[in-house]
């Protein structure tokens, strides 16, 4: 079998003082596309808890080739949406919903779960809020390893308005995502050696040393400030008290070994990085959050799988130049085709938890996929707040209703925080507020 080798047009041959340029090689073409994912499903769930997906897709939709012609359940699916016609029956397709407090465009991200206005605090070009799945990770972190994960194609956090994560804490702070296939699945999977585990406790016992001692020089000083720094005062001793939690949990769960789980059929070297690389990476990503919730280390997961202004379609098109469109109906197509691409990779997830068996039903039964992006590119390639690309699949057993397009008016209607608090409602959580919801989304359940 002969090796290929991938060649750049720029290579030039030097002999007697001469260069000359190479002409078109097959070896100069990009890579074939990787080979395709040959990881296979568990045989059951042993797990019977309900758990929550938020998959966010940056740069808006081809929103002509993904909205339905007409609505409720006998509803006909749009070019786009034939991608996902075999789980008709196990997703609900939500348009002319926004986020009336939010800008849209390339922030889109920022609020797409906290539904905040970025500039409402006087003096501030920035300032978030609590996103919806850290309120749900409250209530559910305290039975598994991880109270929530953050997925990403960047790590870190990004800066203000791109931001690589899409969950906030509780003073709109950002948390970091991961997006390496590899470091995911040894902090997941991985045990730790003793020596590690040594050098975790005597870690944890120097971050619980400096936590106490912040939260004595903090309540001496309080008593010196005037009402506008005591309140930022006790913004910041919150942050304290939830990072107290966070270290006395991850140390309560040293002790506790890791699920066995085989790194065998994983495509971990993917790098998110690579235009090549991209279909494999998103697979792998998703098939980690299949093991992630089949073990129970955690119940509440976000994934960006590309911060906002970036990201590659499955053949490596460039996503973020293809949704400043103009209305120029090849860049349409071409957007298109990546939508759907997307909701391919969506499918393969949807169908890891469909064939796996769980309780009297599946997991998709008991698993929620909220789904979409945080902008719509539009007719015209304006980057709009309205009529944002939704869908809300699984969760039959916690009482949500699929097989339906739910249609609104994009300049009447309730807030998207609405589908926010009715995914969090079946999660367990009993509020009946968040955001700006004014109640849950009539027809969801």
């Known amino acids: 079998m002969p090796i290929h080798t991938h060649l750049n047009r720029r290579t030039v041959l030097r002999a007697a003082g001469v260069s000359l340029a190479l002409p078109f090689l097959d070896a100069m073409m990009p890579r074939a596309m990787g080979a395709p994912s040959t990881f296979k499903p568990w045989a059951k769930s042993d797990v019977v808890q309900p758990r929550m997906l938020c998959c966010y897709v940056p740069n808006g939709v081809n929103i002509m080739e993904w909205v339905p012609t007409d609505s409720g359940t006998n509803y006909t699916l749009s070019p786009t949406l034939q991608e996902l016609k075999d789980y008709r029956q196990d997703f609900t397709v939500l348009s002319g919903l926004g986020h009336p407090a ?14 905040a206005n970025l500039k409402a605090k006087p003096g501030a070009d920035y300032t ?28 870190g956090t990004g800066g203000a308005g791109h931001s690589h994560t899409l969950s906030f804490d509780v003073n709109g702070t950002p948390l970091p995502a991961e997006n390496s296939p ?50 930022k005062l006790d913004e910041y001793l919150t942050s304290v ?6 270290v006395e949990r991850l140390q309560a769960w040293l002790d506790k070994p890791k699920p ?26 998703l098939e980690l959050t299949y093991l992630t919730f089949i073990t129970d280390t955690t119940r509440v997961i976000t994934f960006e799988w590309s911060r906002e202004a970036g990201g590659y379609g499955g053949g490596g098109e460039n996503h973020h130049e293809l949704s400043h469109h103009g209305g120029d109906a090849q860049m349409l197509q071409k957007l298109a085709v990546i939508d759907r691409f997307h909701l391919s990779r969506l499918a393969h997830l949807m169908s ?8 009297d039903g599946t997991m998709l039964d008991r698993t929620m ?36 397009h739910i249609a609104f008016d994009s300049d009447k209607h309730p807030p998207m925080s609405n589908v926010l608090l009715t995914m969090a409602q079946r999660m367990g959580l009993e509020s009946d507020k968040f955001a700006d919801a004014t109640g849950t989304l009539t027809g969801l359940t």
Not at 241 to 246: N, P
């Open 369 to 404: 996929i909220f789904y979409g992006s945080g902008m719509n590119s539009g007719k015209g390639g304006e980057h709009s707040p309205k009529n944002l690309p939704t869908l809300v699949a699984g969760g039959h057993q916690l009482g949500l209703k699929h097989g339906q």
């Open 260 to 285: 066995n789980v085989e790194e065998k059929d994983l495509q971990l070297g993917n790098q998110p990085g690579n235009a090549h690389d991209r279909p494999m990476w998103l697979d792998v990503m």
């Open 128 to 155: 978030n809020s609590l996103s919806v799945d850290q309120l749900v990770a409250e209530k559910h972190g305290v039975e598994t390893r991880y109270s929530s994960l953050q997925l990403g194609d960047q790590s």
């Open 182 to 231: 590899r470091r995911l699945f040894e902090r997941l999977f991985v045990p730790e050696s003793e020596s590690d585990r040594k050098a975790a406790y005597q870690r944890y016992a120097e971050r619980r040393s400096i936590l106490d001692q912040l939260i004595s020089e903090t309540r001496s000083l309080s008593q010196k400030l005037g009402t506008a720094d005591q309140r």
């Open 352 to 359: 890891l938890l469909k064939t796996t068996p769980e309780g």
């Open 241 to 246: 008290r939830q990072t107290e939690k966070q």
């Open 102 to 115: 939010s800008e849209g465009g390339h922030s889109g991200a920022d609020t797409w779960l906290t539904a």
